[in-house]
């Protein structure tokens, strides 16, 4: 069984992000994709979506919704969604077991 996990940190700053940019929508959480590109090969995408698509699991805690296709699961199972806010930028972060290597800027990586 497929399995990733959400930090506390993670859904309460997602579920303020969503709520901010989702008045219309039903289902409302973030979407991940894992795609082709960067210095690695691979990158996330992430974005706010209306409920999980065909095919897609769906992953929450504390009312916090995550989105994944199976083909991006694939490299994110066993994965933790963490939030950092730092000086050098805040944001989502993968704290993920299947990563090999990745580049220099953080961006892309690969499996």
Do not use: W
């Not at 219309?24 to 706010?48: D, F, N, Q, W």
């Not at 769906?58 to 933790?80: A, H, M, P, Q």
């Amino acid at each position: 069984m497929p399995s990733m996990t959400i930090s506390e940190k993670a859904a309460a700053k997602g579920k303020d992000l969503v709520r901010a940019q989702s008045n219309a929508m039903k289902e409302p959480g973030l979407r991940v994709r894992v795609v082709g590109g960067g210095c690695s090969g691979l990158m996330y995408r992430m974005e706010i979506g209306d409920g999980a698509q065909e095919g897609d699991e769906t992953f929450e805690r504390d009312g916090f919704r995550v989105f994944i296709d199976k083909k991006s699961l694939f490299f994110l199972n066993g994965s933790e969604l963490d939030y950092h806010d730092g000086l050098t930028g805040a944001g989502f972060k993968f704290k993920n077991p299947n990563v090999k290597g990745s580049c220099g800027c953080g961006e892309s990586f690969s499996v």
